[in-house]
Structures are given as structure tokens and as C-alpha cells.
């Protein structure tokens, strides 16, 4: 193992609540990790949107906020920096990831199309829907099994590609929505093999690439180390070659680009940037802000710079994970493989074989180890999945999984160890585990929101 490449500047405290405070506050939170006050969490692997320990550098840049309503230098900032690292031409800031996806819906999906992509994103998804489209999965079979070990779990399977495109027409399909690192396999990059021949077969029909560049730096990183050929590039050219193979993006800010708050939606297209400017206006903040200050803006640009070119902070970040990842495997728990970029994925159907997928596995799990060491973690099954909206039935995800995601340069390895001890405990007591059922239910994003309580 290599050492962090920082050392720590600034701490904050954490306190552990006691084993009986704990059970008060997960009844309080409905069993819903999504509903704990974070002073009441020991490790937040919750997330790592937002949850990034910035720079000394990224702090000064935020003194350099110029907060102008209008042509805020910082904005000017972000513009090259994304030119230089991604290479599109056209950039609108937005307040984060979701923002830019739903600009981006809005004006180019028509109602009844479909949107293939990579396996869906739960922000992603509800945004292609609520302009009308309908998601499909493209992603390869094995991005559904969680004991395959393919190394490129994120590439698209073309002949479910081609199927589609065929079945609807070419007209009737938006854009590819291609996600780097796929957030719901696991943290699985695509390879730029695939994404190479996905442009090739888009541009014989003349359909657009839309990147999910939210985690494009770990993407990168993986196609260095594992695809043929690679290893010499450095990161930034492995980035723009992505992006060159794809038509625009949307990003969160909140992940690979190091900052707490912020995401952009950029593209070559210049019909498509004025529509994006004009409509941005609306619901963000002028397009030279985006819902964001100028400091935030600053920050964004420097942590998308540090990220792209010190390559040892992605490199680190992802050896912790994987270490993480193999000390629980050590202690025989089932998780998914391989280990991904952004954090451990637990397999809710092996850890807990004994409870149907109507029971929850997953949310029960992430109770269970709250309860058991003080450690949030998120549940990424069935709750997740939500109901599909012609039906109403739940969707059945192949997916029952339980995420711990690890926050960019916040956790020690001794952090680390703590919890993988708290989940062998969890563990060895499973057999004795029970299933929650939902007592509240909102209608979208449930996921964030639902009431659970144990089933008796
Ligand atoms: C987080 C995330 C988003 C949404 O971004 P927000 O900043 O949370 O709005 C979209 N896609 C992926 C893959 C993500 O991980």
C-alpha cells in the first residue's frame, strides 16, 4: 500500500453514540439511513457526493470568489479548465448533477422515446421520465451479476443496443445516457474499446452520446491500469479521449471533482447550448453561475484540476477502497466483484439469503449495521428501484445491495478497519436477522424518504 499524498490540515471531531442511543435513533429515523442526523453517525459511508475533504488550495480559492450577478471571473475559470480537461466547447454550471440532467432531458427527449444507457442512475432515470422517455438497460450481463469478475462491468452489450435502436427506430431514441464508473453495478468503469465502437455504431444511425462524467476521473483511472495499452497515458488524455467519443455531459461536481457543492452540463453542440443558456435561467441561475457562488465555482474549477493531474489522489482513493474490499471478502462477506471505484457493495441476497426481496434486505441490512458499529451506509435495492410508473408494480432489481461509500480524503485506514471489524459482527449474527416492511412511501425517489418498520 502506498501512503495518502496529503497529510491533514484541519480536523473535525466524531463522537460514537452509545449501543442503546443508537437503537432509540434508528427508531426515530424509521430505519431509514437517509433519516439519521449525521451528528448520531460515527463513519458516514453514506456518500461520497459532497462529502470531499477539499484542498488548502481549494480553500484559498474560495477567498477568491468574485460574486459578481454577471461574467463572474470564476466563471471564467471553470470554462477553461473544463475546455482543457474535457474538451467541450460549451459549458452551463448548475448547482449539482441533477440540474444539468434535467436541462439536459428537457430539451432533447420527446415524449415516448427511449433512452438506452449503462444501467440507470436514480436521479438520471426520473429526470428522462419526467420529460417523457422511457429508460432502457443496454449495459452488458454481467454488470447484473455480482460475482462476475469482468474487468470493464460498465460497457454496453451492442446487441441489445442494436435491438433497440431497430425495435424503435432511431428517431424515436434520444441519446445514449452512458455513465462512467456505474454508480449501481458497483462503481464499474467501461472500457474505451467499447465506448469506441458504441460511437462508431451511433454514428451510423446518427444518434448522440450523452456522458454521466460524474465519476470519469475513476473511470479513467481503471482503463490505466486494467485496459491494454493505457498505462503509459496520463489520466487527463485517457478523460479527453472520453469525452471526444461523446457528444456532452452532465457532471456532479460532487464526486470526481473534489468539491461539495456544484456540476455543469457542457456539449459541442451550439443549438443545444443556447436552448441549455435560455433555460438555465430559469431554473438555476444566470449561465454564468448556475445556482452556485462565485467561490463554489472557483473551487469546482481547482478540484477539477487537482483531480485530472495529480493522479495520485484517485490512485490512493481507489487502493483504499479496494483494501476496504478485501478485508471484508478476508471475513468471507459477500460482496460485489470486482471491487469498484467509489466504494464496497454489499450482496444483500447472499449476506441475508434467509428474507425475500420484499422484505428489504438491503435497508435491513444498512439498519443492522448501524445498530451493530455506528457506520452509514445506503441502501441500493428495491427501495432504490422504485415502481415502474406505467404499472405501478415495484421493480425487482437483480441488484440487492447495501453501499459503503467512502468520502474523498476523509477516513483513515483505521476508520476503515473499525467498520469492516462493526460488519463481521453483523455477519456472524445473521442468521438472526429480520426483515423490515414500509410504512410511508413517497411517490418519487423513495429511496431517500420511506419509513420502514421490523417485521415481527
Ligand atoms: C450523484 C450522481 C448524479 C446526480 O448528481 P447530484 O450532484 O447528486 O445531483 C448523477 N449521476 C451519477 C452517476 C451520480 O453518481
Not at 61 to 69: H, N, Q, R, S, V
Not at 131 to 158: C, L, T, Y
Request: glycine residues 8%.
Amino acid at each position: 500500500m502506498f501512503p495518502p499524498p496529503y497529510k491533514i490540515k484541519a480536523v473535525e471531531p466524531i463522537e460514537c453514540p452509545s449501543q442503546e442511543e443508537r437503537q432509540d435513533i434508528l427508531k426515530s429515523a424509521h430505519y431509514n439511513t437517509f433519516l439519521l442526523p449525521s451528528s448520531k453517525v460515527y463513519l458516514d459511508f453514506l456518500t461520497d457526493s459532497g462529502t470531499t475533504a477539499m484542498s488548502d488550495f481549494q480553500w484559498a480559492g474560495l477567498m477568491m470568489g468574485d460574486e459578481a450577478y454577471a461574467g463572474s471571473l470564476n466563471f471564467e475559470h471553470l470554462e477553461q479548465c473544463i475546455r482543457d480537461i474535457f474538451g467541450y466547447r460549451y459549458i452551463v454550471p448548475t448547482h449539482q448533477g441533477r440540474g444539468a440532467e434535467h436541462i439536459l432531458s428537457q430539451l432533447t427527449i420527446r415524449k415516448g422515446d427511449i433512452v438506452p444507457g449503462n444501467m440507470y442512475f436514480t436521479t438520471t432515470k426520473i429526470h428522462q421520465e419526467l420529460a417523457g422517455g422511457e429508460f432502457s438497460d443496454i449495459i452488458i450481463d454481467e454488470a447484473h451479476d455480482p460475482s462476475s469478475e469482468h474487468p470493464f462491468k460498465g460497457n454496453v452489450d451492442f446487441k441489445k443496443c442494436e435491438a433497440l435502436i431497430k425495435k424503435h427506430t432511431p428517431q424515436k431514441i434520444s441519446y445514449i445516457s452512458h455513465e462512467a464508473c456505474v454508480n449501481m453495478a458497483g462503481g464499474q468503469p467501461f472500457s474505451l474499446e467499447n465506448l469506441r465502437e458504441l460511437r462508431e455504431l451511433t454514428n451510423h444511425y446518427k444518434i448522440k452520446i450523452y456522458l454521466d462524467a460524474t465519476r470519469i476521473v475513476e473511470n479513467a483511472h481503471f482503463i490505466k491500469v486494467r485496459e491494454k495499452g493505457y498505462e503509459k497515458y496520463p489520466l487527463v488524455s485517457i478523460i479527453r479521449e472520453i469525452c471526444s467519443l461523446t457528444d456532452g455531459c452532465t457532471m456532479s461536481a460532487k464526486k470526481d471533482g473534489l468539491v461539495n457543492i456544484g456540476g455543469f452540463l457542457a456539449m459541442n453542440d451550439e443549438e443545444l447550448f443556447t436552448q441549455a443558456k435560455a433555460m438555465v435561467v430559469i431554473y438555476e441561475g444566470l449561465h454564468t453561475y448556475g445556482g452556485l457562488a462565485g467561490r463554489d465555482l472557483e473551487a469546482m474549477a481547482r478540484g477539477l484540476y487537482e483531480a485530472a493531474t495529480d493522479e495520485r489522489i484517485v490512485a490512493h482513493r481507489i487502493q483504499q477502497v479496494q483494501e476496504f474490499g478485501k478485508s471484508l471478502l478476508k471475513a468471507d462477506i459477500p460482496i460485489v466483484k470486482p471491487i469498484g471505484g467509489h466504494g464496497v457493495f454489499l450482496d444483500a441476497k447472499r449476506f441475508l439469503p434467509h428474507l425475500s426481496q420484499d422484505m428489504f434486505p438491503a435497508q435491513t441490512l444498512t439498519a443492522e449495521i448501524y445498530l451493530e458499529c455506528a457506520v452509514r451506509a445506503m441502501e441500493r435495492g428495491i427501495v432504490s428501484a422504485g415502481r415502474n410508473p406505467k404499472t405501478g408494480e415495484n421493480y425487482h432489481p437483480s441488484l440487492e445491495l447495501v453501499r459503503l461509500t467512502i468520502p474523498r480524503r476523509v477516513y483513515t485506514q483505521e476508520h476503515l478497519e473499525y467498520a469492516a471489524q462493526g460488519i463481521g459482527q453483523v455477519f456472524q449474527r445473521r442468521n438472526k436477522i429480520r426483515g423490515l416492511k414500509m410504512t410511508f412511501e413517497p411517490k418519487q425517489l423513495r429511496f431517500f424518504q420511506a419509513h420502514f418498520e421490523p417485521l415481527r
